[in-house]
């Protein structure tokens, strides 16, 4: 299977891993880091409107945030999946 990531461990970044998964496997997300106890629903909405957006159904996506603001999230997911696709 297809793996692409974005994004740094860095203060205020996040890593970002999208995994392929077989066709109508859906959407699975996992979420890590220091702010995920407190931002969680956010951080999962964020990253379904991302993928949403880009028309990607079948993937796994690993978040392993650092403090990002949603916007960074957003375009950490929108980087991970051009890249599995070789969009970027």
């Not at 991302?50 to 603001?69: F, K, P, R």
């Amino acid at each position: 299977m297809k793996t692409a990531s974005a994004g740094t461990l860095e203060s205020m970044d996040c890593l970002v891993t999208v995994t392929e998964a077989a066709p109508g496997a859906g959407v699975t997300i996992e979420l890590e880091g220091s702010s995920v106890s407190r931002f969680r629903t956010a951080m999962e909405k964020t990253v379904r409107a991302a993928l949403q957006n880009l028309g990607a159904n079948d993937v796994t996506v690993n978040v392993n945030d650092h403090g990002s603001l949603d916007v960074v999230l957003e375009a950490r997911v929108e980087t991970a999946v051009k890249r599995l696709r070789g969009e970027n």
